[in-house]
């Protein structure tokens, strides 16, 4: 069926490995950073940093994309407490869905209580062009219409409740924040706001499945995201996400475009300095919450 089973991590288990981090560093981050494909120069943005090679944490995934470092970074943020997962993990590289979405069991087990997650997607929307940034104030979820769901197996209550709402997925004060900082910063003409849809990956989609997207009111498609919201929110924390739009997504039989992963790291680095200026911002303006 999907890759390793159900069954995700205990509480123990996750435990283990925040305690590991905590007994190594100072500080107590609040706000988590996940760094989307060719975004992760957002990491570098933290001062007094104190990095972790994936491959020396317990329990975690190695990541397999080019793009993706495999570093988490703790630091501040203009004297805000941060920890950025610099590189994330994508079903397509094989993990289960609850080893794609550990770091955001070890986020909450750390303190944080504000997530702020980054993505690279193809525009689905015509009116949006490359280099957009979408603040996501909803999502489809493609995966777990076919029951792959971060949430399966046997639920522990000292992570969140069995059945969680998604309608409120998405922070409405921090999408305001987003909207008013972008607007501040002189972004107006290049921030969106709109619905993401998740697939599989690691195929780019077909002419059918996009024009199917976009009736079903999705506005970008990507391979990520979703299922660390959904175990964000599981958990209580409040959540962030864009999405840097970084490239269109073919609609059209006559054209002769076709997506691919250098495309998409190209924008990456054409738009970075905004998209650091937009969430170091959003970071210094954050109120603290304890839980969603
Ligand atoms: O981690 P994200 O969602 O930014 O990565 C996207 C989806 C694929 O991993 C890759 C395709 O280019 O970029
Ligand atoms: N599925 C998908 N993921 C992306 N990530 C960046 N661009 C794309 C895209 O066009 N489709």
């Not at 560093?25 to 940093?49: F, N, T, Y």
């Not at 004297?79 to 590289?93: N, T």
Request: aromatic content about 8%.
């Amino acid at each position: 069926m999907f890759p390793e089973s159900a069954n995700g991590y205990s509480f123990e288990e996750c435990s283990a490995t925040a305690e590991w981090l905590l007994s190594q560093i100072q500080i107590r981050p609040l706000v988590g950073i996940v760094c989307g494909s060719g975004l992760g120069r957002l990491a570098e943005m933290l001062k007094d940093q104190r990095t972790f090679n994936y491959s020396d944490i317990p329990n975690f995934p190695q990541s397999t994309v080019h793009g993706h470092a495999g570093r988490l970074v703790f630091g501040t943020l203009k004297g805000k407490p941060c920890v950025c997962m610099q590189g994330r993990f994508h079903l397509y590289e094989g993990y289960s869905i609850q080893k794609v979405t550990l770091p955001i069991r070890i986020f909450k087990l750390l303190g944080v209580s504000t997530v702020i997650l980054t993505n690279a997607a193809g525009g689905l929307n015509l009116d949006y062009k490359v280099g957009d940034i979408m603040i996501i104030k909803d999502h489809i979820n493609m995966p777990g219409f076919a029951g792959n769901n971060p949430l399966n197996g046997p639920n522990d209550e000292r992570f969140g409740i069995r059945f969680p709402s998604m309608s409120d997925a998405y922070d409405k004060e921090l999408l305001q924040l987003a909207q008013g900082v972008g607007a501040e910063l002189g972004y107006g003409n290049f921030l969106r706001e709109g619905v993401y849809c998740v697939l599989g990956g690691p195929s780019f989609e077909t002419i059918a499945e996009c024009r199917m997207m976009t009736k079903l009111g999705a506005d970008a498609v990507g391979m990520s995201t979703v299922h660390e919201v959904i175990v964000a929110r599981h958990c209580g924390m409040r959540v962030l996400a864009l999405s840097l739009i970084t490239n269109q997504a073919v609609m059209n039989y006559d054209s002769q475009e076709k997506a691919n992963h250098e495309e998409v790291l190209e924008t990456g680095q054409l738009r970075a300095e905004q998209l650091e200026r937009l969430v170091t911002t959003m970071v210094t303006r954050i109120q603290d919450h304890n839980s969603a």
